[in-house]
């Protein structure tokens, strides 16, 4: 290879970090700017009624928006949950609590939450409510979402929402907020330093 070649390897390399470090930086929130302010929790779920203020002191919830007809975001954030748990020391695993709230009420009851999250594991918990409850708490946790109508789908619609994952004190305060990953190592991160601050 020629020196303009390989200087030409070497600036598209750095063009392309450049680009990857921008667009990282952009999916960041901004500080102290549209941050969501989270706050209570309290549900019906496949375990009764659920409030974080049933959380002990030392414990999180890691709470999820989604619902259980998606194809591919809510699976894998699911799958990326149980395996950030998975390699948790058993003390740590105790303190955390998994959430998913599903924001299709009319297809996602508590009966096909619960069949739908024992794939994932016995200590996933699923919630729900009507829409005009569940707006508000999203909007709170900064969660977009939106029906999509498909009318040439078996499905009728689908849920064009975000998929961060919230880890939350009882208090309802957002400890930390993790971008969706396709892989578990920011969660586990989050979760160890989150759990390690008491």
Do not use: K, N
């Not at 390989?6 to 549209?34: D, H, K, N």
């Not at 209570?40 to 999180?60: C, H, K, Y």
């Not at 058993?90 to 924001?103: G, K, N, T, Y």
């Not at 709170?140 to 999509?148: F, H, K, Q």
Request: aromatic share 8%; glycine share 8%; hydrophobic share 45%.
């Amino acid at each position: 290879m020629t020196r303009r070649g390989i200087r030409w390897g070497l600036f598209t390399a750095l063009a392309m970090l450049v680009a990857v470090g921008v667009a990282l930086y952009q999916q960041q929130p901004s500080p102290g700017e549209g941050e969501p302010e989270g706050g209570p929790i309290e549900l019906a779920s496949t375990e009764g009624d659920f409030s974080l203020r049933q959380l002990e002191e030392d414990q999180l919830a890691v709470v999820f928006f989604g619902y259980t007809w998606c194809p591919d975001v809510c699976p894998m954030g699911l799958a990326v949950v149980r395996q950030a748990m998975a390699r948790l020391e058993p003390a740590q695993r105790r303190r955390v609590v998994p959430l998913m709230i599903s924001l299709d009420p009319e297809r996602d009851t508590l009966a096909r939450l619960e069949e739908y999250l024992a794939f994932f594991g016995e200590a996933f918990i699923g919630a729900t409510a009507p829409p005009e409850e569940l707006a508000p708490l999203a909007e709170r946790y900064g969660v977009v979402w939106r029906r999509v109508e498909t009318p040439d789908s078996a499905m009728a619609y689908t849920i064009d929402h975000s998929a961060s994952l919230f880890l939350v004190d009882r208090d309802g305060e957002i400890r930390r907020r993790v971008l969706h990953s396709p892989t578990s190592g920011p969660l586990q991160a989050a979760l160890e330093q989150a759990l390690a601050e008491g």
